[in-house]
C-alpha cells in the first residue's frame, strides 16, 4: 500500500460547505496529473452529496497552485507527442460553470498557470493579501491554456485579459481586485475564516435550486442578446414560484428564522 499522502483532500462542515484542499505542500501545490485526477474525483463526491451546499476551493500550506508541477513540464518537454499537459485527461475546469453548486476560490498562496486557469473558473474568488497571481503562458512558449482566453475577458475585458495573456506580467492580489479579477483581498491569517463565513451564510440562507438556476443563466447568458434573457428568466420565474422553496423562502422570513431549502437534486 502506498504511504504517499493524497493530493487533494476534503471536508464537510457542519452548515453544509464543502473545503476542497490541493494537498502537496511541498511543492506549493503545483498541478500535476495525479492531482488533477484526484480533484476532479473530489468534485463529483460534492455534486452528489446533499449535505454540501458551497464549494470552497484552497491549498495547503502556501501554495494555491503555482502552475503545472515542472517534472511534469519537462516530461512533456522530453516527449511533446505524448500529451498537452497534466490537466487533460481527468476533467475540464470549464465543467465549473455547469456545476449546480458554488464554488468559491480561496487563494492563499501564488496562482500561477493552471492554477490561474482553476482560480478564473470558479464562481468567486477570494485572495490573500500580498499574493501574486499570472498567466505565465506566454513566458513558456505555450498558447492560453484551458479555456483561459473564454474565461478572462468575460471576467474583466478583452483589454486587461491581453495584458494578462501577451505580456505573462506578475500582478498582485490588489491589482486584481482593482480588475474586478477577484471579489475581495483579505489578510491571509483571517482569508479562511472570512471566505467561510460568506460560504456558511450562502450555505444557511440561500436556496440551492436558486444557485443552479442562476448559474445556468449568467453563464448562458454570456452568449445570448437581453431580449433572449429575458424572455428565458420570465419563464424561470413562473417555474422557480410553484416550487416549495419559494414558499420556504417566504414563509421563513415572514417567521423570521433562517430558511430550511431542499439540497439541489440534478
Known amino acids: 500500500m502506498s504511504n504517499s499522502p493524497d493530493l487533494v483532500v476534503s471536508s464537510v462542515s457542519a452548515t453544509g460547505v464543502g473545503v476542497i484542499t490541493l494537498n502537496n505542500p511541498d511543492r506549493m501545490n503545483a498541478w500535476s496529473a495525479a492531482m488533477s485526477k484526484r480533484f476532479f474525483e473530489r468534485l463529483a463526491e460534492f455534486r452528489t452529496n446533499p449535505d454540501v451546499r458551497v464549494v470552497v476551493i484552497t491549498g495547503a500550506g502556501k501554495g494555491f497552485c503555482p502552475g503545472a508541477d515542472m517534472d511534469a513540464l519537462n516530461q512533456i518537454r522530453a516527449n511533446p507527442a505524448g500529451g498537452a499537459g497534466p490537466a487533460t485527461g481527468a476533467g475540464k475546469f470549464s465543467d465549473l460553470l455547469s456545476y449546480p453548486k458554488p464554488v468559491i476560490a480561496a487563494m492563499n498562496g501564488a496562482a500561477a498557470g493552471v492554477g490561474f486557469v482553476l482560480a478564473i473558473f470558479c464562481d468567486l474568488r477570494f485572495a490573500a493579501s ?16 484551458y479555456g483561459s482566453s473564454w474565461a478572462l475577458p468575460r471576467l474583466i475585458g478583452s483589454a486587461r485579459a491581453l495584458d494578462l495573456l501577451l ?28 471566505v467561510m463565513a460568506y460560504a456558511d451564510d450562502m450555505a444557511v440562507n440561500c436556496c440551492p435550486t436558486s444557485w443552479a438556476t442562476m448559474k445556468r443563466q449568467v453563464y448562458g447568458d454570456w452568449l445570448r442578446d437581453a431580449d433572449a434573457s429575458t424572455s428565458d428568466a420570465i419563464g424561470l420565474m413562473n417555474e422557480s414560484v410553484l416550487r416549495a422553496d419559494f414558499q420556504e423562502g417566504v ?6 428564522r433562517p430558511p430550511a431549502f431542499a439540497p439541489y437534486t440534478d
Do not use: H
Open 130 to 145: 500580498g499574493i501574486k497571481l499570472t498567466t505565465s503562458f506566454s513566458r513558456r512558449g505555450l498558447i492560453a491554456e
Open 167 to 194: 505580456s505573462g506580467r506578475v500582478i498582485t492580489a490588489d491589482e486584481a481586485e482593482r480588475m474586478g479579477l477577484v471579489n475581495a483581498v483579505y489578510p491571509g491569517e483571517e482569508l479562511m475564516d472570512k
Open 251 to 256: 414563509q421563513s422570513f415572514l417567521d423570521k
